[in-house]
Protein backbone atom coordinates (compact mmCIF):
# COMPACT_ATOMS: atom_id res chain seq x y z
CA UNK A 1 0.00 0.00 0.00
CA UNK A 2 1.22 3.07 -0.70
CA UNK A 3 2.19 5.88 2.27
CA UNK A 4 2.70 9.50 2.56
CA UNK A 5 5.67 9.83 3.98
CA UNK A 6 4.80 13.24 4.65
CA UNK A 7 1.77 12.97 6.14
CA UNK A 8 0.98 13.00 9.82
CA UNK A 9 1.51 9.14 11.76
CA UNK A 10 -1.96 7.92 13.29
CA UNK A 11 -0.02 7.64 16.09
CA UNK A 12 0.90 11.35 15.90
CA UNK A 13 -1.86 13.66 16.53
CA UNK A 14 -0.64 17.17 16.89
CA UNK A 15 2.38 16.87 14.85
CA UNK A 16 5.45 14.83 13.90
CA UNK A 17 7.73 15.79 16.61
CA UNK A 18 8.29 12.97 18.90
CA UNK A 19 8.26 14.45 22.12
CA UNK A 20 4.01 15.57 20.68
CA UNK A 21 4.10 11.54 20.01
CA UNK A 22 5.10 10.28 22.47
CA UNK A 23 2.80 12.43 24.84
CA UNK A 24 -0.05 11.89 22.91
CA UNK A 25 0.14 8.41 24.33
CA UNK A 26 2.11 8.77 27.58
CA UNK A 27 1.04 12.39 28.45
CA UNK A 28 -0.90 11.67 31.34
CA UNK A 29 -1.01 11.30 35.14
CA UNK A 30 -1.60 7.34 34.90
CA UNK A 31 -0.77 5.68 32.10
CA UNK A 32 3.50 5.53 32.73
CA UNK A 33 2.49 4.71 36.31
CA UNK A 34 0.98 1.25 34.76
CA UNK A 35 4.12 0.95 33.17
CA UNK A 36 5.92 1.30 36.35
CA UNK A 37 4.30 -1.18 37.76
CA UNK A 38 4.99 -4.16 35.29
CA UNK A 39 8.76 -2.94 35.93
CA UNK A 40 8.03 -4.01 39.26
CA UNK A 41 6.34 -6.97 38.89
CA UNK A 42 2.64 -6.68 38.28
CA UNK A 43 0.89 -8.03 35.66
CA UNK A 44 -2.76 -8.49 36.53
CA UNK A 45 -5.32 -6.21 36.72
CA UNK A 46 -5.80 -6.93 40.66
CA UNK A 47 -2.40 -6.65 41.29
CA UNK A 48 -2.31 -2.92 39.17
CA UNK A 49 -5.33 -1.63 40.83
CA UNK A 50 -3.51 -1.78 44.24
CA UNK A 51 -0.61 0.90 43.26
CA UNK A 52 0.00 3.41 45.48
CA UNK A 53 -1.59 5.75 44.00
CA UNK A 54 -4.90 4.17 44.23
CA UNK A 55 -5.70 4.21 40.02
CA UNK A 56 -9.56 4.20 39.12
CA UNK A 57 -10.28 0.88 37.95
CA UNK A 58 -11.80 2.11 34.85
CA UNK A 59 -8.80 4.45 34.19
CA UNK A 60 -6.83 1.37 34.89
CA UNK A 61 -9.07 -0.56 31.69
CA UNK A 62 -8.81 2.54 29.55
CA UNK A 63 -5.22 2.91 30.14
CA UNK A 64 -4.34 -1.18 29.72
CA UNK A 65 -6.64 -0.66 26.28
CA UNK A 66 -4.56 2.12 25.13
CA UNK A 67 -1.15 0.68 26.05
CA UNK A 68 -2.50 -2.53 24.11
CA UNK A 69 -3.42 -0.52 21.25
CA UNK A 70 -0.12 0.92 20.92
CA UNK A 71 1.83 -2.37 21.36
CA UNK A 72 3.18 -1.46 24.83
CA UNK A 73 1.87 -4.17 26.51
CA UNK A 74 0.12 -7.18 25.44
CA UNK A 75 -2.04 -9.90 27.54
CA UNK A 76 -2.28 -13.57 27.89
CA UNK A 77 -5.32 -15.33 29.18
CA UNK A 78 -4.28 -17.00 32.27
CA UNK A 79 -7.14 -18.44 33.73
CA UNK A 80 -10.91 -19.68 31.69
CA UNK A 81 -13.88 -18.84 34.49
CA UNK A 82 -13.92 -16.20 34.75
CA UNK A 83 -11.57 -14.89 31.91
CA UNK A 84 -8.27 -13.03 33.28
CA UNK A 85 -5.56 -11.93 31.73
CA UNK A 86 -1.93 -11.55 32.37
CA UNK A 87 -0.46 -8.19 31.13
CA UNK A 88 3.21 -8.18 30.19
CA UNK A 89 5.76 -5.53 28.29
CA UNK A 90 6.47 -5.92 25.14
CA UNK A 91 10.21 -4.95 23.83
CA UNK A 92 8.28 -1.61 23.01
CA UNK A 93 7.33 -1.39 26.64
CA UNK A 94 10.54 -2.25 27.74
CA UNK A 95 12.48 0.14 25.90
CA UNK A 96 10.56 2.53 28.00
CA UNK A 97 13.05 1.73 30.69
CA UNK A 98 15.56 4.48 29.68
CA UNK A 99 12.57 7.03 30.11
CA UNK A 100 11.65 5.60 33.47
CA UNK A 101 15.14 5.71 35.05
CA UNK A 102 16.01 8.96 33.68
CA UNK A 103 12.89 10.66 35.14
CA UNK A 104 13.35 9.01 38.48
CA UNK A 105 17.02 9.99 38.56
CA UNK A 106 15.84 13.59 38.29
CA UNK A 107 12.69 13.28 40.61
CA UNK A 108 15.07 12.01 43.36
CA UNK A 109 17.41 14.47 42.55
CA UNK A 110 14.60 17.43 42.77
CA UNK A 111 12.50 16.03 45.70
CA UNK A 112 14.44 14.45 48.40
CA UNK A 113 11.06 12.91 50.20
CA UNK A 114 11.10 10.56 47.27
CA UNK A 115 11.90 6.94 47.37
CA UNK A 116 14.78 5.81 45.84
CA UNK A 117 13.93 4.02 43.18
CA UNK A 118 17.43 3.99 40.88
CA UNK A 119 17.48 0.13 40.64
CA UNK A 120 14.34 -0.03 38.08
CA UNK A 121 14.96 -3.66 36.83
CA UNK B 1 11.85 24.22 61.29
CA UNK B 2 11.15 20.36 61.92
CA UNK B 3 10.51 18.81 59.00
CA UNK B 4 8.14 15.51 59.09
CA UNK B 5 10.36 12.95 56.81
CA UNK B 6 7.69 11.00 56.38
CA UNK B 7 5.22 13.21 54.91
CA UNK B 8 4.17 13.24 51.38
CA UNK B 9 6.59 16.13 49.77
CA UNK B 10 4.11 19.49 48.94
CA UNK B 11 5.26 18.52 45.20
CA UNK B 12 4.21 14.80 45.55
CA UNK B 13 0.58 14.95 45.69
CA UNK B 14 -0.45 10.55 45.35
CA UNK B 15 2.14 9.37 46.60
CA UNK B 16 6.23 9.44 47.30
CA UNK B 17 7.25 7.39 44.20
CA UNK B 18 9.47 9.75 41.92
CA UNK B 19 7.61 8.79 38.50
CA UNK B 20 4.28 9.75 40.45
CA UNK B 21 5.83 13.14 41.53
CA UNK B 22 7.47 13.90 38.44
CA UNK B 23 3.51 12.99 36.57
CA UNK B 24 2.18 15.32 39.26
CA UNK B 25 4.51 18.55 37.44
CA UNK B 26 4.61 16.93 34.34
CA UNK B 27 2.19 14.68 33.43
CA UNK B 28 0.10 16.33 30.68
CA UNK B 29 -0.01 16.85 26.95
CA UNK B 30 1.79 20.50 27.08
CA UNK B 31 4.06 20.76 29.68
CA UNK B 32 7.06 19.19 28.03
CA UNK B 33 6.52 20.35 24.82
CA UNK B 34 7.25 23.86 26.39
CA UNK B 35 10.31 22.62 27.53
CA UNK B 36 11.23 21.45 24.68
CA UNK B 37 10.59 24.82 23.11
CA UNK B 38 12.93 26.78 25.27
CA UNK B 39 15.67 23.56 24.90
CA UNK B 40 15.34 25.04 21.10
CA UNK B 41 15.86 28.41 22.09
CA UNK B 42 12.26 29.94 22.42
CA UNK B 43 12.58 32.24 25.02
CA UNK B 44 9.27 34.56 24.68
CA UNK B 45 5.65 33.83 25.27
CA UNK B 46 5.02 34.99 21.48
CA UNK B 47 8.16 32.42 20.43
CA UNK B 48 6.69 29.31 22.78
CA UNK B 49 2.85 30.11 20.92
CA UNK B 50 3.93 29.44 17.61
CA UNK B 51 4.70 25.58 18.74
CA UNK B 52 3.71 22.99 15.86
CA UNK B 53 0.64 21.72 18.02
CA UNK B 54 -1.13 25.30 18.33
CA UNK B 55 -0.50 25.29 22.17
CA UNK B 56 -3.47 27.79 23.30
CA UNK B 57 -2.70 30.35 24.94
CA UNK B 58 -4.54 30.36 28.24
CA UNK B 59 -2.90 26.89 28.70
CA UNK B 60 0.53 27.65 27.64
CA UNK B 61 0.10 30.84 30.71
CA UNK B 62 -1.23 28.15 33.12
CA UNK B 63 1.86 26.09 32.25
CA UNK B 64 4.45 28.84 32.34
CA UNK B 65 2.86 29.49 35.87
CA UNK B 66 3.45 26.02 37.12
CA UNK B 67 6.97 25.86 35.69
CA UNK B 68 7.83 29.02 37.43
CA UNK B 69 6.47 27.52 40.03
CA UNK B 70 8.34 24.51 40.44
CA UNK B 71 11.34 25.92 39.92
CA UNK B 72 12.12 24.53 36.16
CA UNK B 73 12.19 27.85 34.73
CA UNK B 74 12.56 31.39 35.61
CA UNK B 75 11.86 34.73 33.67
CA UNK B 76 13.65 38.18 33.34
CA UNK B 77 11.82 41.09 32.11
CA UNK B 78 13.19 42.43 29.39
CA UNK B 79 10.98 45.09 28.19
CA UNK B 80 9.27 47.64 30.38
CA UNK B 81 6.27 48.80 28.34
CA UNK B 82 4.12 46.76 27.94
CA UNK B 83 6.02 44.46 30.12
CA UNK B 84 7.37 41.58 28.58
CA UNK B 85 9.12 38.34 30.24
CA UNK B 86 11.47 35.94 28.99
CA UNK B 87 11.25 32.35 29.87
CA UNK B 88 14.25 30.26 31.17
CA UNK B 89 15.48 26.97 31.97
CA UNK B 90 16.67 26.57 35.60
CA UNK B 91 19.36 24.24 36.26
CA UNK B 92 16.48 22.00 37.10
CA UNK B 93 15.02 22.35 33.92
CA UNK B 94 18.40 22.01 32.13
CA UNK B 95 18.35 18.48 34.00
CA UNK B 96 15.57 17.43 32.23
CA UNK B 97 17.69 17.01 29.17
CA UNK B 98 18.17 13.30 29.69
CA UNK B 99 14.22 12.94 29.85
CA UNK B 100 13.80 14.62 27.11
CA UNK B 101 16.45 12.81 25.24
CA UNK B 102 15.38 9.29 25.95
CA UNK B 103 12.15 9.93 24.87
CA UNK B 104 13.11 11.48 21.91
CA UNK B 105 15.12 8.16 21.02
CA UNK B 106 12.04 5.77 21.80
CA UNK B 107 9.54 7.46 20.15
CA UNK B 108 12.42 8.34 17.07
CA UNK B 109 12.29 4.16 17.19
CA UNK B 110 9.24 2.96 17.01
CA UNK B 111 7.43 5.96 14.98
CA UNK B 112 9.32 6.59 12.17
CA UNK B 113 7.37 9.41 10.78
CA UNK B 114 8.51 11.32 13.78
CA UNK B 115 11.61 13.88 13.18
CA UNK B 116 14.83 12.79 14.03
CA UNK B 117 15.59 15.62 16.97
CA UNK B 118 18.17 12.93 18.62
CA UNK B 119 20.16 16.26 18.80
CA UNK B 120 18.50 18.13 21.51
CA UNK B 121 20.97 20.83 22.50
Not at 31 to 37: E, I
Not at 74 to 82: F, G, H, K, N
Request: aromatic share 8%; charged share 30%; hydrophobic share 35%.
Amino acid sequence: MKQNKTSISSKCKRSRCPVACMLDILGDKWTLLVVRDMFFGKHTFKELQQSMEKIPSNILADRLKRLQKEKIIDRTLYQERPRRYAYNLTQKGLDLKPVMQSLIAWSNKYNPDTYDMSKVK
